[in-house]
């Protein structure tokens, strides 16, 4: 994906602001406890914050939150879910905190969006020595034979890259990192994977679906065909085509600790 594509994926979130904060999930607590382990004190940013899908986990675990994204619309859904957290609009390239002031960071389905060559020493800047960085995705088990069937009628624009374990694996082993630079204010990346099952019915695995970057900027006819094909295979497999079954999911985690 080009420099536009990027940014052109990156922004289509606001349009359908309330549908993520209603049908995205949330991210596994031992994912979040694990990414938070070496981190030498209570201050995180959840940098991308999005609707706060990670910050009311962060907020739960007890840390000191402040959340900063940089789509209004994202962000008025997160300041109304969670109205006792500091909630500031800004960008992982443009930070709106101090030197070292914080320490961890942490982003949920977002580190992918960054320009890690403006946003590494902007992330190193605001972390104390020691401080973390982690990236959190939530990716769909397709070693389950329904998923991996679901992923191919799917299509990239639905489950795409970082969505399933091996795909997320090598995507974000280092990717996310400049190669030189901030990539020498870093550690050596850590990927771990934790277990999170979603409770869903095949409309709202749908609708969860509907809130992915690649279908939010297809044109309409073509998004239509996409979840109706989604919905009919959704229909005919016996896992899912009567009443609330569990997605197997799991939530990796790519972390490394600023020297």
Same mark, same amino acid.
């Given at each position: 994906?080009?420099?536009?594509?990027?940014?052109?994926?990156?922004?289509?979130?606001?349009?359908?602001?309330?549908?993520?904060?209603?049908?995205?999930?949330?991210?596994?607590?031992?994912?979040?406890?694990?990414?938070?382990?070496?981190?030498?004190?209570?201050?995180?940013?959840?940098?991308?914050?999005?609707?706060?899908?990670?910050?009311?986990?962060?907020?739960?675990?007890?840390?000191?939150?402040?959340?900063?994204?940089?789509?209004? =619309?994202?962000?008025?859904?997160? &300041?109304?879910?969670?109205? /006792?957290?500091? #909630?500031? !609009?800004?960008? %992982? $390239?443009?930070?709106?905190?101090?030197?070292?002031?914080?320490?961890?960071?942490?982003?949920?389905?977002?580190?992918?969006?960054?320009?890690?060559?403006?946003?590494?020493?902007?992330?190193?800047?605001?972390?104390?020595?020691?401080?973390?960085?982690?990236?959190?995705?939530?990716?769909?088990?397709?070693?389950?034979?329904?998923?991996?069937?679901?992923?191919?009628?799917?299509?990239?624009?639905?489950?795409?890259?970082?969505?399933?374990?091996?795909?997320?694996?090598?995507?974000? =082993?280092?990717?996310?990192?400049? &190669?030189?630079?901030?990539? /020498?204010?870093? #550690?050596? !990346?850590?990927? %771990? $994977?934790?277990?999170?099952?979603?409770?869903?019915?095949?409309?709202?695995?749908?609708?969860?679906?509907?809130?992915?970057?690649?279908?939010?900027?297809?044109?309409?006819?073509?998004?239509?065909?996409?979840?109706?094909?989604?919905?009919?295979?959704?229909?005919?497999?016996?896992?899912?085509?009567?009443?609330?079954?569990?997605?197997?999911?799991?939530?990796?985690?790519?972390?490394?600790?600023?020297?």
């Amino acid at each position: 994906m080009d420099k536009g594509q990027r940014l052109l994926h990156a922004s289509s979130f606001g349009a359908a602001a309330v549908a993520y904060a209603e049908h995205r999930p949330g991210y596994a607590r031992d994912a979040v406890r694990w990414a938070l382990e070496p981190a030498p004190g209570p201050r995180v940013l959840d940098l991308g914050a999005g609707t706060g899908k990670l910050t009311g986990t962060l907020v739960a675990l007890g840390a000191e939150v402040v959340a900063v994204e940089p789509d209004p =619309a994202m962000l008025t859904e997160l &300041r109304r879910s969670l109205p /006792a957290v500091r #909630a500031l !609009p800004g960008s %992982a $390239e443009a930070i709106p905190l101090p030197d070292a002031s914080v320490d961890a960071v942490l982003a949920g389905n977002a580190m992918h969006w960054f320009d890690m060559a403006v946003a590494g020493p902007e992330i190193a800047r605001v972390l104390t020595p020691s401080g973390i960085l982690a990236g959190l995705w939530n990716v769909m088990d397709d070693r389950v034979e329904w998923v991996a069937g679901l992923a191919q009628v799917s299509g990239s624009a639905a489950i795409g890259p970082r969505d399933t374990p091996t795909s997320w694996r090598a995507e974000t =082993a280092d990717a996310h990192l400049p &190669r030189t630079g901030a990539a /020498a204010r870093f #550690a050596s !990346p850590r990927q %771990a $994977e934790f277990p999170h099952g979603q409770r869903r019915t095949a409309d709202s695995l749908v609708a969860t679906l509907a809130t992915r970057a690649g279908m939010l900027v297809m044109p309409e006819q073509e998004r239509q065909a996409t979840l109706d094909r989604i919905r009919a295979y959704l229909s005919g497999r016996p896992e899912t085509a009567r009443g609330a079954f569990t997605l197997p999911m799991l939530t990796g985690v790519l972390r490394v600790r600023r020297l």
